[in-house]
C-alpha cells in the first residue's frame, strides 16, 4: 500500500494541469464566494439570509473543478490504456483505488481548506458574520468535507463507468439534477424528500447556520448522505474493477 | 518450475459468442528466448493479459515463478513487460513515467536512470512521452519492463515502429538477457525477426498451441520460420484478404 | 461539404453508446418532465377545491377580487366620488432569525391584520363600473394607487397613466358611461376635471354595477439584499380607501347600495352610504401571473427533463470531437477531408441537428401531453397561447442544439473530454442552477443575461404585466432578457467558442 501510495502521488504531481487544477478550485470557490458576499448587502432591511451560506456559495463551483480532477485521477489512465500499466504495477487493484483516493483525499482537502477559509476570510469584512463562531466553523469544516465527498464520488463513478466524458456527465447530473428537479416540481413534500436524497443539496445542508430547524435535513447527517453516496460510488467503483478484465 | 518462468496451462477465455481461448497451455523456460506467434485473433494478446492479470481466465491457470501474477507484491520485479507502447499519459516526460512506476515497486529514481540509460533514452528523459515517435515510446516502454530488473520478459511486438538500428538494438538486448539466464517471452509478427533472435517457438491459432517446438526443429523440418508458421497455421489463420495465396486455395 | 455531413452522420450513428445516449436524453426529457410534477389538490376535495382563475374578457386568466360598495346603474350616467388618501397593512416583515434560506418561497398564513402599516404599490382604491359582481367580468375603473398615481384601467391587461399623486392626498374621481364608452376623469378639487381615459367596453350590458373599491395584491418582501428565493417572503396585504361625496347620476333601478366581495364567494350585504365612508379590501383586479404570488405551475415547468437531456447531449457532442484525439481517429478524418473547418462545421451540423431534432418531438410530447397528465394529477397548470406552445417546444430543441455545439467546440479547443463535458455542463447549467437557487435576483438576472444559460429564457411561459407587482425575477420564471435575445446569447457564445475551435484545428497539428 505503502508503495501504491507512493507511486500514486508521484503519478498525480506529474500530471500536468494538476496543479492548476488545484488552483482552480481555490480560485473559483474564493471568487464565487467573494461575489456572492459582495452583492449581498446587509445595510437595507437587515439580513435574513444565512450569511455562512453565503459566504460559501464559491464551493457550488469548486465541486465542479473538484470532479474535473477526481474524474482526471482515474479517467485519464482508462481513455490511454495507462490503466494496463498501473494494475500490472500493482495487481491488487483495490490498492490501486484506495491510494488513489487517498491521494485526492490529501490534495483535495488542501485546496479546498484554502478555498473555504479564503471565502470566511472576505466575508469576515464584507459581512456581518461572526466567522468564529461555532456553527460557522462547522459550515467551513463541513465545505471541506463536501468537497472531499464529491471527489470521491467522482472518483467511484469514474471507475465504475471507464469512460472520463461519461463519467463527468455522470457525476455533474446526479450532483445538479436534484436540486433542478426540485425546482420544478410543485409539491413541496417531494421538494423536500429530494433535498433529503440529493448529494448536492443534503451535503451543502452542512453550511447551514441559520433556520435549524426548518431544514429538510440536519447538517451533518446531510453530510452523511453525500457520504452514502460517495461510498456507494467507490464501492461499485471497486466491484467492477476487481472483478471486471482490466 | 523455479522462479525464472512462466507456465500457462488450460487456458479457456471467452468473449461473448467469440472464444478467445480454447486450452492455451505452454511454458517458457529460463536462459532462452521464446517466440510467440501466430494469426491476428489466435489469443496471443489475450494469453499476455491473462498472465498479466489483467483479464481473469474461464478455466485454466497462469503461473509467473510459480505464483498467480496478482499475488506477486512487488511484480515487475518478477515479470517486465511490454502490451502496448501507446499507453501512456502523453503530458508526462519520460522520466516521471517510469519514475510512478519505480515507486509502485519501491524502487528510486537512481533505477529510473539506469534503465533510460539501458534503453538510449537518457537524452529525451525530460520530454513528454506525447511527443515521442512509436518507436520512442517502445524504447520507453522496454525500459520500463526493464524497471525491475526482473527474471522474466514479456514483451508484445516491441520492433513496431523500430529503425533499423533499434531492431538490431532489441535484437541483441534480448538475447544478452536470455544469456543472462532470463526467461523472454517474444511476440511478433516479424518472422525473419524471431528466426534470429528466438531459440523456441510456441506457434498458437484458434485459441490453442499449435506447435511448441525449439528453432532449431522447426528449421530443420521447414527450411524457413515463415514457412513453418505458413504451414502450420494455414488453417487457423481467421482473417485473410481475398485473392491471396492462401483464400483461393 | 454534402460528403463531410454524411461522413460525420455515419460516424455519429454507428456507435451504439452515442445512440443509445441520445436516445436516453430524449427519453429523460419526456420523462423527468412527466414524472416530476407531483401531485396537486385541485378538484381533488370535492366540489369547492377545482383551482379555476376567472377568465376576463380577452380569455386570459384574471386576479378579480375587491371589496364593491356598489348600485346598478342603467343606460348611461355618471358616479363621482371624492377619495380622501389610502392606507394599508402590509404582511409582517420578515425579521433576522425568521424564516429564511428554506427551499421555496415563504407565503405567510393568516389576513394582514396581523401585519404592519404600508401600502402595496399597486394597492388600489376609486371607481369602478363593471358586468356584475362575477369575477372576470367586463370592467373599467378609475383609481388611486398605492404609489405610481392616478390609473385608468380596464378589462386586466389594459392600463393607462393618470397624475403621479401620492396615495396620501385626496383626489376627485369620475366615472361617466355614455353606451358602450367609458370615460375616466380626475380632479384635485371636484371643479377642474382632467380625462385620464376613455375606453369602449363592448360586452357591458345596459344595466351595470358602479361604485367605490378597493383592494390590494400579494404583497412581498425581498430581505437581504435581495436574494432569489431565500429572502422573499410575502403575503396578503390589505387597502382601506376612505371616500365621501359620493354621487350619482342617471336611472338607479336598486333603491340601496350593496357592500360585495367580489371573489369572495358570500353574497352582498346592503350598506349604509352616509356622508362619509370607507371601503376595505385585499386581493387584486388584474391579469394572473404565476410566481409567488400565483398559484399552480407553469408549462415551463414541464420541461425540467431538458437538463438531463442537455448533459447527455453534452457528453457525446464532447465524445464526438475528443474520441477522434484519443485513438488519433482525427489523423483519418483529416485525411479525408482534409479542410479542417469543414470537419468541424459538419459535425456541427449533425450535432445540432440531431440534437434538435430530438428536442423537439420530446419537448412537444411533455408539453401536450404532460400539461394534460398535470393536470389530470391535479395540479394547477397556467394555460398559454398555442404560439407560447410553439415557442417552448422549437426553443427546447434550440437550446439543446446550441448547448451540443458549444459541447463540441470546447471539446475541440479543450480536446480532453471529461474537462470539456464539464466545462459544457458548468457555463449551460450552473448559472441557471445558482440563479434559480442561491443567488440574489440581481446577480441572478446578471448571469442569465451573460452566461449560455440566458437561452433558458426560451422556455419562458410566465408572461410580464407592469401593471402587477410579482418580481419578475429568475425563481418566478421570468428571464432577464426576451426569448430570442436569450438564444442569441447562446448563440454568440457559441459562435466564439466555435471560432476558436476552428482557430485551434488549423493551427494545431492533429
Known sequence: MRRALHAEWTKLRTTPGTGLLLLTVVAATVGIGVLASAVTDCRAGGCTVDLAKVSLTGVQLGQAVVAVLAVQVIGAEYSTGMIHLSLTAVPRRLTVLAAKALVLTAVVTTAAAAGVAGSLLAADRLLPLAVTDAAVLRAAAGSVLYLVLVGLLALGVTTAVRNPGAAAGLVLGLLYLFPLIGLATTDPDFRRHLDQIGPMAAGLAVQATTGLDSVAVSPWRGLAVLGAWAAAALLAGGLLIRLRDA | ?249 | ?510
Not at chain 2, 529510473?112 to 518507436?135: I, P
Not at chain 3, 429523460?28 to 412527466?34: E, I, N, R, T
Not at chain 3, 393618470?162 to 392626498?169: D, E, H, I, R, S
Not at chain 3, 448563440?491 to 488549423?506: E, N
Request: glycine share 14%.
Open chain 3, 1 to 510: 461539404m454534402r460528403a463531410a455531413l454524411h461522413a460525420e452522420w455515419t460516424k455519429l450513428r454507428t456507435v451504439r453508446g452515442w445512440v443509445v445516449a441520445l436516445a436516453v436524453a430524449a427519453v429523460a426529457v419526456v420523462g423527468l418532465g412527466l414524472l416530476a410534477g407531483g401531485q396537486g389538490s385541485c378538484g381533488r376535495n370535492g366540489p369547492q377545491s377545482e383551482c379555476v382563475l376567472p377568465v376576463g374578457p380577452g380569455g386570459q386568466e384574471v386576479t378579480d377580487s375587491f371589496t364593491f360598495v356598489h348600485r346598478s346603474l342603467t343606460g348611461d350616467g355618471s358616479i363621482t366620488v371624492r377619495l380622501n388618501g389610502l392606507t394599508g397593512v402590509l404582511p409582517r416583515k420578515p425579521g433576522p432569525g425568521g424564516p429564511a434560506d428554506s427551499t421555496g418561497p415563504q407565503v405567510a398564513e393568516g389576513d394582514p391584520g396581523d401585519g404592519e402599516p404600508g401600502l402595496a404599490p399597486w394597492a388600489k382604491g376609486g371607481l369602478i363600473v363593471k358586468d356584475g359582481t362575477r369575477p372576470g367580468s367586463t370592467y373599467a375603473a378609475i383609481m388611486l394607487t398605492g404609489a405610481h398615481g392616478v390609473r385608468m384601467q380596464h378589462d386586466y391587461v389594459h392600463d393607462r397613466a393618470g397624475p403621479p399623486v401620492p396615495a396620501t392626498t385626496a383626489r376627485w374621481l369620475r366615472l361617466t358611461r355614455a353606451g358602450q364608452t367609458i370615460t375616466g376623469q380626475e380632479s384635485p378639487d371636484g371643479t377642474a376635471w382632467t380625462t385620464v381615459g376613455t375606453v369602449r367596453l363592448p360586452g357591458l350590458p345596459a344595466t351595470a354595477q358602479v361604485g367605490a373599491f378597493a383592494t390590494s395584491p400579494q404583497y412581498t418582501w425581498v430581505a437581504g439584499g435581495g436574494r432569489g428565493v431565500g429572502g422573499v417572503t410575502g403575503g396578503p396585504s390589505q387597502a382601506t380607501a376612505t371616500f365621501d361625496s359620493l354621487g350619482l347620476q342617471g336611472t338607479a333601478p336598486d333603491p340601496a347600495w350593496m357592500r360585495t366581495l367580489v371573489g369572495g364567494g358570500a353574497p352582498g350585504q346592503p350598506e349604509e352610504v352616509g356622508a362619509g365612508f370607507r371601503v376595505a379590501g385585499s386581493g387584486d383586479i388584474a391579469p394572473a401571473v404565476a410566481g409567488i404570488s400565483g398559484i399552480g405551475t407553469t408549462i415551463s415547468q414541464t420541461l425540467i427533463g431538458t437538463f438531463a437531456g442537455l448533459i447527455l447531449v453534452v457528453v457525446v457532442a464532447t465524445m464526438t470531437m475528443t474520441a477522434e484525439y484519443r485513438r488519433g481517429m482525427i489523423r483519418t478524418t483529416v485525411a479525408a477531408v482534409p479542410r479542417r473547418g469543414r470537419v468541424l462545421l459538419a459535425k456541427a451540423v449533425v450535432l445540432g441537428g440531431t440534437a434538435f431534432g430530438l428536442g423537439v418531438p420530446a419537448a412537444a410530447v411533455v408539453i401536450f401531453v404532460g400539461q394534460r397528465m398535470l393536470r389530470d394529477r391535479g395540479v394547477y397548470v397556467h394555460p398559454a397561447s398555442t404560439a407560447t406552445e410553439v415557442r417552448l417546444v422549437v426553443g427546447t430543441g434550440l437550446l439543446l442544439a446550441g448547448a451540443a455545439v458549444l459541447a463540441l467546440a470546447l471539446g475541440t479547443v479543450l480536446r480532453r473530454g471529461f474537462t470539456a463535458v464539464v466545462a459544457g455542463i458548468v457555463v449551460v447549467v450552473l448559472p441557471y442552477l445558482l440563479a434559480m437557487s442561491v443567488l440574489p435576483a440581481e446577480p441572478a438576472q446578471w448571469l442569465l443575461r451573460v452566461t449560455p444559460a440566458a437561452a433558458f429564457a426560451l422556455q419562458q411561459s410566465a408572461v410580464s404585466h407592469p401593471q402587477v407587482d410579482h418580481f419578475p425575477i429568475p425563481v418566478n420564471g421570468y428571464f432577464p432578457l426576451s426569448p430570442w435575445a436569450g438564444l442569441a446569447v447562446l448563440a454568440g457564445w457559441t459562435a466564439l467558442t466555435l471560432g476558436l475551435a476552428v482557430l485551434s484545428l488549423r493551427r494545431r497539428d492533429v
Open chain 2, 1 to 249: 518450475m523455479n522462479e525464472t518462468s512462466i507456465v500457462v496451462s488450460g487456458l479457456r477465455k471467452r468473449f461473448g459468442p467469440t472464444l478467445a481461448l480454447d486450452g492455451m497451455s505452454f511454458t517458457v523456460g529460463p536462459g532462452q528466448v521464446t517466440g510467440f506467434a501466430g494469426p491476428n485473433g489466435a489469443g496471443k494478446s489475450t494469453t499476455m493479459r491473462i498472465v498479466l492479470g489483467l483479464d481473469a481466465p474461464d478455466e485454466g491457470s497462469a503461473l509467473v515463478g510459480g505464483r498467480p501474477y496478482r499475488s506477486l507484491p512487488c511484480p515487475l520485479r518478477v515479470v517486465g513487460s511490454l502490451l502496448d507502447a501507446g499507453a501512456l499519459q502523453p503530458g508526462r516526460t519520460a522520466r516521471n513515467h517510469l519514475l510512478w512506476l519505480a515507486h509502485s515497486q519501491g524502487l528510486t529514481a537512481a533505477r529510473v536512470d539506469q534503465v533510460l540509460e539501458q534503453a538510449g533514452l537518457t537524452g529525451v528523459a525530460r520530454r513528454r512521452a506525447g511527443g515521442f515517435s512509436l518507436g520512442m515510446r517502445q524504447r520507453l516502454g522496454i525500459a520500463a519492463a526493464m524497471l525491475g530488473d526482473p527474471p522474466v520478459l514479456m514483451l508484445d511486438e516491441p520492433f513496431n515502429g523500430m529503425d533499423p538500428e533499434g531492431i538490431v538494438w532489441i535484437r541483441g538486448f534480448l538475447r544478452a538477457l536470455a544469456a543472462e539466464g532470463r526467461a523472454v517471452l517474444l511476440s511478433t509478427h516479424l518472422m525473419s525477426e524471431l528466426q534470429d533472435t528466438a531459440d523456441h517457438v510456441v506457434l498458437v491459432g484458434r485459441g490453442r498451441v499449435l506447435a511448441d517446438r525449439t528453432m532449431p526443429e522447426l528449421l530443420a523440418r521447414h527450411g524457413s520460420l515463415e514457412r513453418a508458421y505458413l504451414e502450420l497455421t494455414r488453417d487457423a489463420v481467421e482473417f485473410r484478404a481475398a485473392g491471396s495465396p492462401e483464400a483461393s486455395r
